[in-house]
């Protein structure tokens, strides 16, 4: 009884990253056919760079209108070609585009808590990278061996080699994403396995929460929420 109200008031927040093109939407898709919400990062990226905005002002200040179609909408097979080729102009990217993507999944995963969702999965290519990795748990990370993730980014994209192996060489290696996964799914065979390999998946995610996961949960939110408003009301009384 006791533990059922537990879990009543607290959400895990998964974690779902891998490389590109290994496979993270088709995982994505899966929990989704179960009823678990994502929050999909690339989506969030989207919306922060539509025209109008904030993130695309900034961008277009730092890249020049040259990356702009007719319609005004950022060019992103343009810009992708630029940054990916490019890590200094892809850490800028990434720096004029990082809070609004992190304030974008916020505010998803705030309106999923505020409907009570129990479990939900973030969906995001650079987890790691962005250290998002630190409020999720556990972390699933799908792997996809090298020359298998190639030939699908080429085949799903319809890129050249180049342009390919470029896009993955902008992410963290695979075998350390791996390294560093709570959960691996290996998604180099057939869309079969990945469906058998998923239904695990599913129990640990919606496994009862430990201590260390209520902590990043709703009451330990609302704790650090608390600590926040109390902090910068303190901060403001000596200043
Ligand atoms: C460069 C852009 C315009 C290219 O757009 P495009 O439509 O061709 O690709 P899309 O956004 O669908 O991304 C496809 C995949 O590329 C990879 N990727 C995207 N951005 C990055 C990045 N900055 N570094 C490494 N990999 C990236 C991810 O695996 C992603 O799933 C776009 O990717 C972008 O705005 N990237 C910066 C925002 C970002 O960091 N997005 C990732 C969300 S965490
Ligand atoms: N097990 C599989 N067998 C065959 N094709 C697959 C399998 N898993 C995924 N694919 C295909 O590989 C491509 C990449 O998968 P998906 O789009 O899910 O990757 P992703 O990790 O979400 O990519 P991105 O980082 O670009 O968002 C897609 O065309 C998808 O249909």
Sequence with gaps: ????????????????????????????????????????????????????????KNVVSAFGEDILQPDGEVDRPKLGQIVFSNP?????????LAPYISS?????????????????????????????????????VVWVDPETQLRRLMLRDRTSQEDAGNRINA?????????????????????EDLRVQFRNVLLEVTKPLTWTEFGLS????????????VGVLIFKKVL
Excluded: H
């Design 104 to 140: 974008g999944i916020f505010w998803e995963i705030l309106k999923l808590w505020m409907k009570g969702c129990k479990v939900i999965v973030l969906d995001v290519p650079l987890l790691f990278e962005a250290k998002i990795d630190k409020w999720t748990k556990p972390i699933v």
């Design 218 to 229: 709703r009451q330990g939110a609302s704790s650090v929420f608390v600590s926040i408003v």
């Design 1 to 56: 009884m006791e533990r059922k109200n537990f879990q009543g008031r607290v959400m895990r927040i998964v974690g779902l990253t891998g490389g590109i093109a290994s496979g993270k939407s088709t995982v994505s898709n899966l929990f989704k056919e179960r009823g678990i919400p994502v929050v999909d990062a690339d989506l969030v990226a989207r919306d922060v760079l539509k025209k109008g905005t904030g993130g695309w």
């Design 171 to 191: 992410q963290m290696s695979l075998d350390i994403k791996r390294a560093r996964a709570d959960i691996v799914v290996d998604n180099t065979g057939s869309l």
């Design 88 to 96: 200094e102009k892809r850490q800028l990217l990434n720096r004029l």
